[in-house]
């Protein structure tokens, strides 16, 4: 395997040689690799409030997930067992993922904003003997238990670190403390054995089951060095759901992998205040926030807070509007660098450090990675030509990272894997100098008129507005141009929904971008239909006609 440091981009990408071994497992090969060579700080653990910070080092991790790998032994647990995890950010979280990978035991994270509903889901589709939950979230696994013929052990974790008394369920911190803190499993890990299994969040469809093996960990040292640019020194805030894939790659495998330490805050809801706050406070040198967290930045004056530790920001998860990227810019001095990857992958595209940033474009592909803007037909289509995003898998190995289909799902494999292709299911451009731009889930483009039309490209000319708070633009049939634009409205406070708002709106589309994008119809609503991880159910409004 060799990796070097980014110093020019195309010298990396011809240089970079991915060779994953036949054995791995995060647990012994990295967090215990680091305990033996110094047992620096790995997680910097925050409270709700921002009032208790906690150093946790590698040798803390080491030691509690052996405990926690012991403790599902006692419970009978086997090599291959799902167990169906809901723990939010903290650092039970860490002890409970490392000990099930080094069990042999596939975690399934899952946020707390699941319904007992999901959760039934969840359970039965992946047939998970196992359930390990925070006390608070116990209660909607008991409502549905009955209906998950599956399941067969209950572990509860308290949020605070006490025991818990509750029928049916094993006390997670007094079982590990009565367990020992060596660990020694009964025969090396595969690689391609599985470690995780996600749900994607369903934004055309039900969540369709992600299984992510041994060797995804350790690919994504390719996440941390190619995109993340991330060293031995610094403190790394990604934030994220500890349900999300996300959270993968920027709260557990990539910066560790670099050695760096993460930043674990377990608030709730958003802070922006606390959050700039905490910045300063922890010395984060890496920051990384969904477009949401940067656009509610954007509304403060970040002139008075002091983000100078800042040595560079990301972006994921959608792509970023280029005029909040300016906002940032000016408070901080980083160009923030969008990246793009899935649950199904790691970081496939990105603004690398040796690239310069294109404020708005999703980078280049990762070095490492064969990808282009692809017809239905496999056809590498030429500069701004719209397109799918694929990654090429009929080469010498296959891809760093990338799963093998989904999960009890033949014809979604099918639509997925074809002509030596993987199609991500999202759509882009690509520019000349080969820099990718999003344009759309590919269910999303519109096609009015013999225009290709991108939704965000309409929605990102919406939210310059200031009476736009938030939008999401669909094509509604039209007999004459086939479709047309209409754009769901969410206004921002102290506007209000009349006529000549309507009219005003769209003349600034208009001039904002090009004029036939501009939407016909505009609905005002209160809020928008958005899948448990936030992204907005454009098929919903679709669906309304």
Same mark, same amino acid.
């Given at each position: 395997?060799?990796?070097?440091?980014?110093?020019?981009?195309?010298?990396?990408?011809?240089?970079?040689?991915?060779?994953?071994?036949?054995?791995?497992?995060?647990?012994?090969?990295?967090?215990?690799?680091?305990?033996?060579?110094?047992?620096?700080?790995?997680?910097?653990?925050?409270?709700?409030?921002?009032?208790?910070?906690?150093?946790?080092?590698?040798?803390?991790?080491?030691?509690?997930?052996?405990?926690?790998?012991?403790?599902?032994?006692?419970?009978?647990?086997?090599?291959?067992?799902?167990?169906?995890?809901?723990?939010?950010?903290?650092?039970?979280?860490?002890?409970?993922?490392?000990?099930?990978?080094?069990?042999?035991?596939?975690?399934?994270?899952?946020?707390?904003?699941?319904?007992?509903?999901?959760?039934?889901?969840?359970?039965?589709?992946?047939?998970?003997?196992?359930?390990?939950?925070?006390?608070?979230?116990?209660?909607?696994?008991?409502?549905?238990?009955?209906?998950?013929?599956?399941?067969?052990?209950?572990?509860?974790? @308290?949020?605070? #670190?006490? +025991?818990? %008394?509750?029928? $049916?369920?094993?006390?997670?911190?007094?079982? =590990?403390? *009565? &367990?020992?803190?060596?660990?020694?499993?009964?025969?090396?890990?595969?690689?391609?054995?599985?470690?995780?299994?996600?749900?994607?969040?369903?934004?055309?469809?039900?969540?369709?089951?992600?299984?992510?093996?041994?060797?995804?960990?350790?690919?994504?040292?390719?996440?941390?060095?190619?995109?993340?640019?991330?060293?031995?020194?610094?403190?790394?805030?990604?934030? @994220?759901?500890? #349900?999300? +894939?996300? %959270?993968?790659? $920027?709260?557990?495998?990539?910066?560790?992998? =670099?050695? *760096? &330490?993460?930043?674990?805050?377990?608030?709730?809801?958003?802070?922006?205040?606390?959050?700039?706050?905490?910045?300063?406070?922890?010395?984060?040198?890496?920051?990384?926030?969904?477009?949401?967290?940067?656009?509610?930045?954007?509304?403060?004056?970040?002139?008075?807070?002091?983000?100078?530790?800042?040595?560079?920001?990301?972006?994921?998860?959608?792509?970023?509007?280029?005029?909040?990227?300016?906002?940032?810019?000016?408070?901080?001095?980083?160009?923030?660098?969008?990246?793009?990857?899935?649950?199904?992958?790691?970081?496939?595209?990105?603004?690398?450090?040796?690239?310069?940033?294109?404020?708005?474009?999703?980078?280049?592909?990762?070095?490492?990675?064969?990808?282009?803007?692809?017809?239905?037909?496999?056809?590498?289509?030429?500069?701004?030509?719209?397109?799918?995003?694929?990654?090429?898998?009929?080469?010498?190995?296959?891809?760093?990272?990338?799963?093998?289909?989904?999960?009890?799902?033949?014809?979604?494999?099918?639509?997925?894997?074809?002509?030596?292709?993987?199609?991500?299911?999202?759509?882009?451009?690509?520019?000349?100098?080969?820099?990718?731009?999003?344009?759309?889930?590919?269910?999303?483009?519109?096609?009015?008129?013999?225009?290709?039309?991108?939704?965000?490209?309409?929605?990102?000319?919406?939210?310059?507005?200031?009476?736009?708070?938030?939008?999401?633009?669909?094509?509604?049939?039209?007999?004459?141009?086939?479709?047309?634009?209409?754009?769901?409205?969410?206004?921002?406070?102290?506007?209000?929904?009349?006529?000549?708002?309507?009219?005003?709106?769209?003349?600034?589309?208009?001039?904002?971008?090009?004029?036939?994008?501009?939407?016909?119809?505009?609905?005002?609503?209160?809020?928008?239909?958005?899948?448990?991880?936030?992204?907005?159910?454009?098929?919903?409004?679709?669906?309304?006609?």
């Amino acid at each position: 395997m060799h990796l070097p440091d980014m110093m020019d981009y195309e010298a990396t990408c011809r240089q970079v040689r991915y060779e994953p071994p036949e054995h791995y497992n995060f647990g012994f090969d990295l967090i215990d690799r680091r305990a033996a060579d110094g047992d620096k700080t790995a997680c910097i653990s925050v409270d709700a409030p921002g009032a208790t910070i906690t150093e946790i080092g590698f040798g803390d991790l080491s030691r509690s997930s052996n405990r926690f790998a012991n403790v599902l032994a006692e419970l009978g647990a086997r090599r291959g067992d799902l167990a169906y995890v809901m723990i939010g950010r903290i650092p039970a979280w860490y002890e409970v993922l490392i000990g099930c990978a080094k069990a042999g035991v596939v975690a399934m994270p899952a946020t707390g904003l699941l319904t007992p509903k999901d959760i039934e889901y969840r359970i039965n589709a992946s047939n998970a003997r196992i359930a390990i939950v925070t006390d608070d979230n116990a209660a909607k696994v008991d409502a549905v238990r009955a209906a998950c013929p599956s399941l067969e052990r209950l572990v509860v974790v @308290s949020r605070d #670190g006490g +025991a818990v %008394a509750r029928p $049916g369920w094993t006390d997670c911190r007094g079982a =590990m403390a *009565a &367990a020992s803190d060596a660990f020694v499993p009964d025969r090396p890990t595969r690689a391609d054995e599985p470690m995780l299994v996600y749900f994607t969040s369903g934004t055309t469809s039900r969540p369709k089951m992600v299984a992510r093996d041994h060797g995804y960990a350790l690919a994504h040292v390719l996440t941390g060095r190619y995109w993340m640019d991330l060293r031995e020194d610094d403190v790394h805030w990604t934030l @994220s759901d500890t #349900g999300w +894939a996300k %959270a993968a790659w $920027g709260v557990l495998f990539a910066p560790w992998q =670099m050695g *760096a &330490a993460i930043v674990l805050h377990d608030g709730v809801g958003f802070d922006v205040d606390l959050h700039l706050r905490l910045i300063a406070r922890l010395g984060v040198t890496t920051f990384c926030a969904p477009p949401t967290a940067y656009r509610m930045f954007a509304q403060v004056d970040l002139a008075g807070y002091n983000l100078r530790s800042l040595r560079h920001s990301l972006g994921a998860g959608e792509p970023l509007n280029p005029e909040v990227i300016k906002i940032w810019e000016e408070a901080t001095g980083n160009v923030i660098r969008d990246g793009y990857g899935q649950t199904e992958s790691i970081t496939l595209l990105g603004n690398s450090p040796a690239l310069p940033v294109r404020p708005g474009s999703m980078g280049k592909p990762v070095p490492g990675f064969d990808i282009d803007v692809v017809d239905d037909d496999g056809v590498r289509l030429e500069p701004e030509e719209i397109g799918h995003i694929a990654v090429r898998t009929d080469g010498a190995s296959w891809p760093p990272g990338l799963f093998d289909g989904y999960v009890d799902a033949p014809e979604m494999n099918a639509r997925a894997f074809r002509h030596g292709w993987y199609y991500t299911g999202d759509t882009a451009t690509r520019d000349e100098d080969g820099y990718f731009w999003f344009v759309g889930r590919a269910d999303d483009i519109i096609s009015s008129a013999g225009y290709r039309i991108s939704p965000f490209e309409v929605e990102s000319a919406l939210l310059e507005h200031p009476a736009v708070a938030e939008s999401a633009v669909v094509g509604r049939p039209d007999p004459l141009r086939g479709e047309i634009v209409k754009a769901f409205v969410v206004l921002a406070d102290g506007h209000d929904p009349t006529p000549a708002l309507v009219t005003a709106i769209q003349d600034f589309v208009k001039q904002v971008t090009a004029p036939y994008k501009y939407p016909r119809e505009i609905e005002f609503r209160a809020t928008l239909p958005k899948t448990i991880s936030g992204k907005i159910r454009r098929v919903e409004l679709r669906a309304e006609g």
